[in-house]
């Protein structure tokens, strides 16, 4: 997600293990790859995950 819009997310293992990138969706869907989803209800881990649409996401 990041790359396509330019912007440095934080990240630390890049395979969604660390959790440093899990980050609060405001609004809309994403899709976690490999079935990977952070601890926290309404996060998404934006080394893991793409978008399903639009969405709004604290960054």
Do not use: F, W, Y
Request: glycine fraction near 12%; charge should be negative; proline fraction near 5%.
């Amino acid at each position: 997600m990041e790359k396509k819009l330019g912007i440095k997310m934080p990240s630390g293992c890049r395979v969604g293990q660390c959790e440093s990138c899990s980050t609060k969706v405001i609004a809309g869907n994403v899709q976690h790859l490999n079935g990977v989803e952070p601890s926290d209800e309404g996060a998404c881990l934006t080394c893991q995950c793409i978008p399903a649409g639009d969405i709004t996401i604290d960054a």
